[in-house]
């Protein structure tokens, strides 16, 4: 056993703290390990410090892991906690996921004061958020609503929702479950209506590839399901070379050994959007999510990418 704790990274805020203290908890209750042999480091990232853009304009899912990712490779942390909707779909070299969590619920959340549903906001509705995805998607439902920018963590967007300054908005219910804030949720969204962003309420333990100790460590924490729904999904992601400007949802649900997917890339403003399904066995849940790529491709074309819808 390394005499020294073992530095878990992680990012600042009250959910990715809570986050982090879940993967202390699971390690010190599978091998035995003391409060004081697993420290928890703190790391500030360019998505926490600039808060008055668009992540889109700035640069994308990267800027939530960029500088936890550093301390990883240079040894300042050991391993690295993410919600794994904000991981590239590509990591650096010499990093890789160790282990996954068990999942969360992944459905979208929509939380409102004056409407028990999206389909009941009154006509001309101002709606808060900074997802592409979700806006892309709230604007094919509801094209009346107006969709404003709502950036910060939930207890800022709450404040935000409570001060009256939107009519609603929508956060992950797997973040208000974590942070104990159901009672927060109006109602939850089914993924008929939304689907959610790809490896939506999954945590993932990053680590340096060959760090044999931190390996078997972890290996006991990786929760079967959430790996097979969650590779299905990023593979999806992967071939599509998904970012923040991009629109893209998808939902991989494993069931004994057989899985069913359902993909998405959208246009933006909700104009057009190419929709894929795909069942089979868990064995084949990368070649799963691929294959719903290529055929996303074939028919939206790669200009749908390049041009951002």
């Known amino acids: 056993m390394q005499t020294i704790p073992i530095r878990i990274g992680t990012r600042g805020s009250r959910l990715a703290l809570v986050q982090a203290e879940e993967t202390k908890r699971r390690l010190m209750q599978a091998h035995g390990?003391?409060?004081?042999?697993?420290?928890?480091?703190?790391?500030?990232?360019?998505?926490?410090?600039v808060k008055d853009r668009p992540l889109a304009a700035i640069?994308?899912?990267?800027?939530?892991?960029k500088e936890i990712e550093i301390a990883l490779l240079d040894g300042s942390i050991?391993?690295?906690?993410?919600?794994?909707?904000?991981?590239?779909?590509?990591?650096p070299d010499g990093l890789t996921i160790g282990a996954m969590l068990p999942r969360e619920d992944p459905r979208d959340a929509f939380?409102?004061?004056?409407?028990?549903?999206?389909?009941?906001?009154?006509?001309?509705?101002?709606?808060?958020?900074?997802?592409?995805?979700?806006?892309a998607q709230i604007s094919r439902l509801r094209p009346d609503?107006?969709?404003?920018?709502?950036?910060?963590?939930?207890?800022?967007?709450?404040a935000k929702l409570r001060s009256g300054l939107v009519h609603a908005t929508l956060l992950a219910s797997a973040g208000l479950r974590r942070l104990?804030?159901?009672?927060?949720?109006?109602?939850?969204?089914?993924?008929?209506?939304?689907?959610?962003?790809?490896?939506?309420?999954?945590?993932g333990i990053e680590m340096r590839i060959g760090d044999a100790r931190m390996a078997e460590l972890v290996e006991a924490l990786d929760d079967?399901?959430?790996?097979?729904?969650?590779?299905?999904?990023?593979?999806?992601?992967?071939?599509?070379?998904?970012?923040?400007?991009?629109?893209?949802?998808?939902?991989?649900?494993?069931?004994?050994?057989?899985?069913?997917?359902?993909?998405?890339?959208?246009?933006?403003?909700?104009?057009?959007?190419?929709?894929?399904?795909?069942?089979?066995?868990?064995?084949?849940?990368?070649?799963?999510?691929?294959?719903a790529a290529q055929e996303i491709l074939r028919d939206a074309g790669k200009a749908f990418f390049t041009e951002g819808g």
Do not use: W
Request: net charge negative; aromatic share 2%; charged share 25%.
């Open 33 to 49: 390990l003391t409060d004081d042999e697993v420290s928890i480091v703190p790391i500030t990232t360019t998505g926490d410090r």
């Open 59 to 65: 640069g994308g899912k990267g800027l939530f892991t």
């Open 78 to 91: 050991d391993l690295a906690i993410h919600s794994m909707k904000d991981m590239p779909s590509v990591l």
């Open 111 to 135: 939380l409102s004061p004056v409407a028990p549903r999206i389909r009941d906001l009154p006509h001309g509705a101002v709606m808060g958020s900074s997802s592409v995805r979700r806006r």
């Open 145 to 158: 609503i107006e969709m404003v920018e709502f950036r910060g963590n939930v207890d800022t967007r709450l």
């Open 180 to 203: 104990g804030l159901e009672r927060e949720i109006t109602a939850l969204i089914e993924p008929e209506e939304m689907l959610p962003a790809v490896a939506q309420g999954a945590i």
């Open 224 to 291: 079967r399901r959430t790996a097979t729904e969650v590779a299905c999904e990023r593979a999806f992601l992967a071939l599509l070379d998904g970012s923040c400007r991009t629109p893209i949802a998808g939902l991989c649900r494993l069931t004994a050994d057989a899985i069913s997917f359902r993909g998405m890339v959208l246009a933006p403003d909700g104009s057009s959007a190419y929709e894929v399904e795909r069942h089979g066995s868990a064995a084949d849940a990368v070649s799963l999510g691929q294959d």
